[in-house]
């Protein structure tokens, strides 16, 4: 599954996790896709500044191995040389997946690393781990662990974000439910309360959403969705609720992807 799913729509919107379960290939694959979105929005953080934003994605596999490489626009640089300039994120993925006999148990773990074009001093790392079941209602379960954070705080090693999911079909369509819960690494410096307004509250962060319908063309698959992401940490001293130190607010995001 691509990060955009996971980050939205299964947790493992997302992405995510990231192909638990699947079968895995005799011989060595290649596949992509390309898709524009109304918005970028990741773990419930507006990230395109309500620009559209196109996103896709390259990955090779063999056994259940696989590695990838996802791209997006973002948000503005905020480095000065670049002022003007849009971030390019690109992830680089490498992943282990499978299934535990006939049981419907897959798992998946692996380790991304975040990059971001034009703002090189928010590069990190996260490993995750994710375990599913593939049932009528198929719930998964993913945990991702910052490995490497930036100095800045904003990423910081020992961050953990939980999302538990729910998947399944229902005339045709794809639905996807995911309740994400957050732990923040505690830094009274990098991530103060200053007049009472706590950026990193830990507890349940987000609600995801989401629709989608494949659309056989061919070789090529045509996948129209909707995704909301609704807000559920508690409140600061302002009425504002924070992901990530970043105000944030119930989003809705459409799409369509072409995978190839």
Request: aromatic content about 14%; cysteine-free; glycine content about 14%.
């Amino acid at each position: 599954m691509k990060r955009k799913i996971r980050a939205s729509m299964l947790a493992g919107m997302l992405a995510l996790g990231l192909g638990a379960g699947t079968a895995m290939a005799d011989e060595p694959s290649i596949g992509g896709d390309i898709g524009v979105y109304s918005q970028y929005v990741w773990r419930g953080v507006a990230s395109s500044s309500s620009k559209a934003a196109v996103q896709g994605d390259l990955s090779v596999s063999y056994g259940g191995f696989s590695a990838g490489m996802w791209f997006s626009n973002a948000y503005p640089s905020p480095e000065p040389q670049f002022a003007g300039k849009d971030v390019v994120e690109f992830d680089w993925t490498l992943d282990y997946s499978g299934s535990i006999g006939d049981s419907g148990i897959g798992y998946s773990i692996g380790g991304i690393y975040y990059t971001y074009l034009y703002d090189a001093h928010s590069n990190f790392v996260e490993t995750y781990l994710g375990l599913s079941y593939d049932a009528v209602v198929s719930p998964s379960v993913t945990v991702y662990y910052t490995a490497k954070g930036t100095q800045s705080g904003f990423y910081k090693t020992g961050d953990v974000w939980v999302d538990v999911g729910l998947a399944t079909q229902l005339a045709g369509f794809d639905l996807s439910a995911t309740g994400s819960f957050v732990n923040w690494k505690q830094d009274r410096i990098k991530r103060p309360v200053v007049a009472g307004v706590d950026t990193y509250k830990n507890g349940f962060a987000l609600v995801a959403l989401g629709v989608s319908k494949d659309l056989s063309l061919g070789d090529v698959t045509i996948t129209p969705s909707l995704m909301v992401t609704i807000p559920t940490i508690s409140r600061s001293a302002d009425g504002q609720r924070y992901i990530y130190g970043t105000p944030v607010k119930t989003e809705f995001i459409g799409g369509v992807n072409v995978a190839y």
